[in-house]
């Protein structure tokens, strides 16, 4: 894990469903991880689904989830799983189809496979036993905390992460780039600038490397990873990609045609 400062250095994201190098590269820097699971689910979100390489090029694995009875079904950390349908098995079938011939199949499989079948019915605990699972074999070491569990926190978008952040007892914030719509909408840095609270965005640029089905194809999902190159060399693979993170005045000149 890289830190530069003595401090406290958190991210808030999604729980979402076997995710790409970039989420992994941010739970390397941080000291605080939180799921953002009480917050609606959104449709064909990445929370519900992701993409491996076949033969045939990128396919989507997407989640079932049961149709929502009242509005706070529709929270993430509410939403249930549907189990109506051989889903799991499909995906597994799927990504045993497209890595068999992978150099590191026989290693991977059987992880994936086990963390595809486990048992938990709600969206983010299934999705967040899966992050935790992966984190673990990539050596990662940081605490995880779900949004949903913490007690009095107040406000909407950026001001809810502000809220976060100080519960925790954050004062570094490694931001998405997405977030930057809301946080920047009115002034450099938004309610993190106001409450002195120091964040930069994350800078990623995906890492090449050698992958099976033809040329090289980005933003899988890490178990493209995996299976091409194996476990120990996960991390120094996604780290390949990390780049200084972006302060806010930066981002919202070079990225929102804005001017502080």
């Known amino acids: 894990m890289d830190r ?3 401090g406290v250095k958190a991210a808030i994201m999604q729980p979402t469903y076997l995710p790409w190098l970039g989420y992994f590269d941010i739970v390397d820097q941080v000291d605080k991880f939180v799921f953002l699971d009480d917050v609606q689910l959104v449709k064909r ?6 993409r491996i390489k076949t033969a045939q090029g990128e396919l989507f694995l997407t989640i079932p989830i049961k149709k929502a009875t009242k509005r706070d079904d ?19 079938r799927s990504i045993e189809l497209a890595y068999k011939k992978a150099p590191y199949f026989d290693l991977t499989f059987p992880f994936i496979k086990k963390i595809i079948f486990n048992e938990e019915k709600k969206l983010s605990d299934y999705n967040i036993y899966i992050i935790k699972q992966i984190a673990a074999k990539l050596g990662l070491r940081t605490d995880f905390i779900c949004s949903s569990e913490l007690k009095g926190i ?3 978008k950026d001001a809810r992460l ?4 100080k519960y925790i007892g954050c004062d570094e914030y490694v931001a998405v780039q997405g ?22 965005y994350h800078n ?3 890492p ?4 099976i089905n033809g040329n090289f194809i980005s933003f899988m999902s890490v178990v493209d990873l995996f299976f091409n190159h194996g476990f120990d060399a996960g991390l120094a693979i996604i780290k390949n990609g990390r780049r200084s993170g972006i302060d806010p005045a930066t981002f919202r000149q070079e990225h929102l045609n804005l001017v502080s």
């Open 179 to 200: 977030s930057a719509a809301y946080i920047e909408k009115e002034s450099p840095g938004g309610n993190f600038t106001k409450n002195n609270l120091k964040f930069l």
């Open 154 to 156: 107040s406000g909407k």
């Open 204 to 206: 990623y640029e995906h």
């Open 45 to 50: 979100s990445w929370q519900t689904r992701n």
């Open 74 to 92: 529709t929270l993430i950390c509410n939403a249930v799983i549907s189990e109506d349908e051989p889903w799991k098995e499909r995906h597994v």
């Open 162 to 165: 502000v809220s976060i952040c």
């Open 4 to 6: 530069k400062t003595t």
């Open 208 to 211: 090449a490397y050698d992958q």
